[in-house]
Structure formats: structure tokens, C-alpha cells
């Protein structure tokens, strides 16, 4: 891709690229959210959600695939930003990559925060703060992955 255009033809490799980036982030993500208190809370909130079920009945193969596959859609949605971010600013790959990460940071803490979480209304008054917390916390690991990453790949080319 041309920095100044923004041409289709990247589209295929991009998902795949944007997929990669993704789950590999998502396994970063899981190293620190796997140790936090309300760490692992989020998966079963939108294992709950998907399959209205309560935090401890919430299937396990569900929060898993909604996991996965929230972080997989994730990563092409960064790396769009990333391509998007070149094209607008014209910028270096830090500042681009910095972007990305700040404007999805808050997307996906907004998204979680006050979509999903009481969309699914079923979470304890007195947990929700702490699941909020760790979700954010987890959530910038993923973009720290997520940036590091993209980050040399941009840097490299």
C-alpha cells in the first residue's frame, strides 16, 4: 500500500494479515488477564450473553470461541485502523500505530464497559468495577501485542 492511497487490492492479505495479528495478540492477552482477579470474567460475560446464561453457567467452549474470535476480528480491525491512520496522517509508523491503539483502547473499553456488560445485566453490582478494570487492563495488553508487532512489521518495510 502507497501511503496517500488507499487501494483494495491489500484486502485478502489484509484480513489474513489482520487475523494473524489478532490471535496473536489474544494469546498475549490471555498471560496477564489469566492472572487478574475478574481477569477471566469477560470471556463468560459474552459466553453469558451469547448463550443467556449465568457468570458460572456460561458454557466454556462458548466463552472460548467469543473470546477467540472477538480477538481474531479485533486484529483486522487494528490493522484497518493502522492502514486507515497511514493514509489520514501520513505519519511514521509510531505515531500511526500509537493512534490505532489509543482510539481502539477506547473502543474496546466502551464497547465491554457499557455494551455488553449490561446488555447481559448479570453481573454483581459489587464485581463490576473490578471485571471493567481487568478488562482493561487486559485489553491494553492486547494492543501492546498488537502494536509491537505491526509495529516492526511497519518499521521493517
Do not use: K, Q
Amino acid at each position: 500500500m502507497t501511503v496517500g492511497t488507499l487501494n483494495i487490492d491489500w484486502l485478502p492479505v489484509g484480513l489474513l494479515l489482520g487475523a494473524a495479528v489478532g490471535l496473536v495478540s489474544t494469546v498475549g492477552m490471555d498471560l496477564p488477564m489469566n492472572r487478574l482477579p475478574e481477569g477471566p470474567t469477560a470471556p463468560r460475560v459474552a459466553a453469558g450473553t451469547l448463550s443467556d446464561a449465568t457468570l458460572d453457567a456460561a458454557p466454556d467452549g462458548v466463552a472460548t470461541a467469543a473470546h477467540y474470535g472477538a480477538g481474531v476480528g479485533t486484529g483486522v480491525l487494528f490493522l484497518s485502523g493502522v492502514a486507515a491512520a497511514r493514509w489520514l496522517l501520513d505519519a511514521g509508523a509510531l505515531v500511526v500505530v500509537s493512534v490505532t491503539a489509543v482510539a481502539l483502547f477506547v473502543l474496546m473499553n466502551w464497547f465491554f464497559s457499557f455494551v455488553v456488560v449490561p446488555t447481559y445485566g448479570r453481573v454483581p453490582d459489587g464485581r463490576v468495577e473490578t471485571v471493567r478494570r481487568d478488562w482493561a487492563l487486559s485489553a491494553a495488553a492486547y494492543l501492546v501485542v498488537a502494536s509491537v508487532v505491526v509495529g516492526f512489521v511497519l518499521s521493517a518495510t
